[in-house]
Structure formats: C-alpha cells, structure tokens
C-alpha cells in the first residue's frame, strides 16, 4: 500500500528566505503526488501535483517540488517565504489501486517577520 | 462557480448515537471523497463514490456508510458513535480520474461525549 512520511514536525524559517518542506513516498507503481496546504478552522487547499513529465512541477502562491524518483521524494519550495506561508502543510500519494488518497501527518510551517 | 460546501459546520452527539454529515460537490464532479482528521493527525481516507456507486474504501469499519445522490451531492453515516470517532470529517470533490486534484470542503467538526 501506498504511503507518504513527512519527517520534520515543525519547520521555522524568517520572512525572505528559501523554505523547504519534505516529503517522502512509498508506492507499488508510478505514484500520483500532491502538496496542500490547510489555515486554521479550514480545509486544505491544493498547492500542485506531480503526475508524469517535468520534475520540477510549479504550483500556486509561488510554491514549487521537485520530484525525484531514485531518492522517492517530493519535497515542497518556496524561493521566498511569506509570513503569511505559516500553515499546516500535508504530503499526499495516491496510487491506481485501491484509489483513495494517503496523507503524511503534516509539517507546521512557521515564517517569522 | 460554487465551491465545496459541508453541513453542519459542528456537531455534539453522545456515544451510542448516529450522525450524518452532508457534503455538496463543487459544481461539474463527479467523485466524493470523505476523510476523518483527528487532532493533530493527517486525513484519512474513509471511502470514495464515484456516480453513486462506492469506488473504494480505507480502513474504517461498516458503521461508517455513505450515499452519493444523482446531483453528486454526498452524506456520510456513522452508526454507533464511539469517542475515538471525534474528529475533523472532510468532503472532497473531484473530476473523475486519479490524477485529478481534489477539492476539499471547510469540514464538519464532530464531537462525541
């Protein structure tokens, strides 16, 4: 079965500077990759998504992942963080079978002014 | 175009009790997903439908049940509430296909006392 591991609890970073958020994956055939992002009281919000093509996948807010198939990571990147970027930031794969959608547990960004 | 809308926005039910949680479809899908979200956790996936029909289900036991209405409107039913089922419950629409990006809804916040 398909799953997805987000190691760092907690990220800090200040107000301009680059921001990674990673991720790890786990699947049985080519993997569907998604990064959302969910505010407080709110529901997640989609950021972008890897299917096929391009390993550098370019998504909305300025955010951006690089997939990278031998080390079976997605991490997420922001060249210029916002303090308006603090969030709670979920990983997500989806595979074929059995169709349904495995989300990490979720890093915690925090930009600080 | 509407976005995906989820009633009640929260809910308090004692053990024992049954629940059902609504969710309405961002205009043009056809697929419904339902995720429960514990404290501090990443969603989990509860089960999918896909034109009223069930197209795939997570590791939740069968007092968890669901409809998927012709207008693509969904209800999430959960019988026997237990305490451990307090949680953030979140709708998710999407076009068909895996790689499509799912849509999620504000979520129900449940309680069981």
């Known amino acids: 079965a398909q799953s997805v591991a987000q190691p760092e609890d907690q990220v800090n970073v200040a107000e301009g500077n680059p921001l990674t958020v990673k991720c790890t994956y786990s699947?049985?055939?080519?993997?569907?990759l998604f990064w959302y992002v969910q505010y407080p009281n709110r529901g997640l919000q989609f950021l972008l998504k890897?299917?096929?093509?391009?390993?550098l996948v370019k998504g909305s807010y300025g955010f951006e992942a690089e997939f990278n198939k031998s080390q079976t990571s997605f991490h997420l990147k922001k060249p210029s963080a916002l303090v308006s970027d603090s969030a709670l930031y979920f990983c997500a794969v989806r595979d074929i079978a059995p169709n349904d959608m495995r989300f990490g547990a979720g890093t915690r960004l925090t930009v600080k002014p | 175009e509407t976005g995906v809308t989820q009633s009640p926005t929260h809910l308090i039910k004692t053990r024992g009790q049954q629940v059902t949680l609504r969710c309405s479809s961002q205009?043009?899908?056809?697929?419904v997903s339902w995720y429960q979200q514990a404290l501090g956790q990443g969603p989990q996936f509860i089960f999918q439908?896909?034109?009223?029909?069930?197209?795939g289900r997570g590791n939740f036991p069968p007092r968890f049940s669901g409809l998927q209405f012709p207008n693509y409107s969904s209800e999430l039913n959960v019988n026997a509430l237990e305490l451990d089922d307090s949680a953030l419950y979140l709708c998710a629409s999407s076009l068909e296909g895996d790689g499509d990006e799912q849509f999620f809804g504000p979520g129900t916040r449940l309680t069981v006392l």
């Open positions: 890897y299917i096929t093509g391009d390993n």
């Open positions: 699947v049985s055939g080519n993997p569907y």
């Open positions: 205009s043009g899908h056809n697929t």
């Open positions: 439908y896909y034109r009223e029909e069930e197209n």
